[in-house]
């Protein structure tokens, strides 16, 4: 269709196809965008669906996948983040985010930063006052596995209304995306986007 913006995102790595879907909605309409893979594919579907818009997939036999977007007219653009806070308000009152970049904590003894960062979790998740989004990369994003020893907690403080993001290049590194048991595959423009915004930023 003439009236239709055609982005080819095949082989590009993450957050670049996010960005050039984003900037293609932001100025037309009516938007395709090509992925061959289904972390891109889930990436741009949520941004479509942050931004207001109507999503379709089409699998195509060649193994691609054509999101088409289309913009309601109706529609205010969704704010950057996954919560009304991480708009462009000012920093103090945006989120309350907690950045997970390891799976143990502190420098030193590795068995005993396991161990920190165990009872950590725990006790994010015992307390009263929980943040807003927690974020999981690099070797973070094992404390998210199905066999990880924390993941009790996680699921408690997924229960509770906490977000939590675990980076999707770094799961596919660790070829891991699998055996993920809490939490929603994200992408470095959603993180950096939230950590950017955050009102309180925690990394333990």
């Not at 920190?116 to 950590?120: A, E, H, Y």
């Given at each position: 269709m003439k009236d239709t913006k055609i982005v080819d995102a095949r082989?590009?790595?993450c957050p670049q196809p996010v960005v050039l879907a984003k900037q293609a909605i932001e100025s037309n309409d009516r938007v395709v965008?090509?992925?061959d893979n289904?972390?891109?594919l889930e990436n741009i579907k949520r941004l479509g669906e942050k931004l207001s818009c109507d999503v379709r997939i089409e699998k195509k036999s060649n193994g691609t996948y054509e999101v088409h977007f289309i913009r309601k007219t109706s529609a205010t653009p969704a704010k950057e983040g996954f919560a009304p806070s991480?708009?462009?308000a000012p920093a103090q009152s945006g989120p309350f985010v907690i950045v997970i970049s390891a799976d143990k904590m502190g420098r030193g003894n590795d068995e005993l930063g396991h161990v920190?960062?165990?009872?950590?979790l725990h006790t994010i998740a015992a307390q009263t006052e929980k943040p807003d989004i927690m974020i999981f990369?690099?070797?973070g994003v094992k404390l998210a596995l199905q066999e990880s020893e924390v993941l009790d907690d996680l699921k408690e403080l997924v229960a509770a209304g906490v977000v939590l993001l675990v980076c999707g290049t770094?799961?596919?590194y660790f070829e891991a995306k699998e055996q993920l048991g809490a939490g929603v595959v994200s992408n470095m423009y959603d993180i950096a986007g939230i950590m950017s915004k955050a009102?309180?930023?925690l990394i333990p």
């Open positions: 082989g590009l790595i965008v090509i992925v289904d972390t891109a991480c708009g462009a920190l960062i165990k009872t950590f990369y690099n070797t770094c799961l596919n009102g309180r930023l």
